[in-house]
């Protein structure tokens, strides 16, 4: 059925992780194609690392737990979310095998509806990164939209604000034009002022776009209710559950009410937890779950 593949993550925390496996899910049933994932491996659970080996041989994909050290030189990040994010962009050059030539990150809290063949396959120009620019059908949200004005206008010159949910890596082009490098460069100068990279995995890229050119993907390969208006929902490729900052909605509650797939798929991926590691889990897990309005 066509060449693996691969599509990378990161998850810290019970929520995250239950997250994550609703992505596999979603991912799954939506190609034919084999699968590979591979994940960070810094904050994942014991649980987790149980459960994942299980899930591979029932739902036939691949996958590996990647990890890489913080380099003594670069500069430091103390939170754990930051962290985190840091892992999503600085060492995409160093943290796969040579032998990999193209990955896809997709955020733990993403629900995928199309294949992500579609996408692996996708000719991103030569460019070593590929994101979807943000949405701007849902008006609620344009006092929000901090690129449309000051600094990032300046900087941008007409350049898309792209949201880092989801993007496309040409590893090949990347390490060629030592794209890490460059990144890690504006990291290490930009870091050093604490009011700059708010938002790291996604500031840093759209920051250094003049120097790591993005392809901009079709709008519909990510939608999210908070900056996407509902005209454009039915044609969405992923939803992600991008935090919203007017109405702060937990993400739990926005699962169950913008993804109507999102209650089976959790309920599946809990089921079979619970079959793997037994009644305990299963417990811990649906107790919140019940708890939610
Ligand atoms: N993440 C995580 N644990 C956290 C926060 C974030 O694992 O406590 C990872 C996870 O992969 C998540 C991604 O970082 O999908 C981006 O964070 P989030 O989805 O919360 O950001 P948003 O999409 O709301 O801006
Ligand atoms: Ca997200």
Known sequence: HGKTINIFSIASGHLYERFLKIMILSVLKNTRRPVKFWFIKNYLSPQFKDVIPFMAQEYGFEYQLITYKWPTWLHKQKEKQRIIWAY????????????????????ADQIVRADM??????????????????????????????????????????????????????????????????????YETLSKDPNSLSNLDQDLPNYAQHTVPI?????????????????????????????????????????RRIVSEWPDLDLEARQFTAKILGDEVAIQES???????
């Not at 999503?88 to 990150?105: A, G, H």
């Open 88 to 107: 999503k962009i600085l060492f995409l050059d160093v943290i796969f095998p040579l032998s990999l030539e193209k990955v896809i990150f997709v955020d």
């Open 117 to 186: 063949g579609e996408l692996y396959d996708m000719d991103i120009k030569g460019r070593p990164l590929a994101y979807t620019p943000f949405c701007d059908n849902n008006k609620d949200m344009d006092g929000y939209r901090f690129w449309r004005q000051g600094f990032w206008k300046e900087h941008l010159r007409g350049r898309s604000y792209h949201i880092s949910a989801l993007y496309v890596v040409d590893l090949k082009k990347f390490r060629e034009t030592a794209a890490g490098d460059n990144l890690r460069v504006f």
């Open 215 to 255: 392809f901009s993907l079709p709008q519909e390969w990510l939608w999210c209710e908070s900056w996407c208006g509902n005209a454009t929902k039915s044609k969405a490729k992923t939803i992600d559950l991008c935090n919203n900052p007017m109405t702060k909605e937990p993400k739990l509650q926005g699962a």
């Open 287 to 293: 107790a919140p779950a019940l708890n939610q309005p």
